[in-house]
């Protein structure tokens, strides 16, 4: 699971360097930069409601149990 999370945070900091590369270029080859960059960022978006989807199931299905600070009753 540990792999999974991996490739998922891989892949969305790959698509918010795409998106960082079509700002860049500003424009050229006859395409505004906009449509590049904003279908990079909703791939982003995508991804990072796909990656959260999975870490609840995985949860949920008992592949992976919360390790946070206890609860305390003050």
Do not use: D, N
């Amino acid at each position: 699971m540990k792999y999974a999370v991996l490739v998922g945070f891989l892949a969305i900091f790959a698509s918010l360097g795409t998106a960082l590369v079509f700002m860049l270029r500003g424009g050229r080859e006859g395409r505004p930069a906009s449509s590049g960059m904003a279908w990079a960022l909703a791939v982003r978006v995508g991804l990072s409601i796909l990656l959260f989807l999975c870490l609840l199931l995985a949860w949920k299905l008992g592949w992976i149990q919360p390790t946070g600070l206890p609860a305390s009753g003050r």
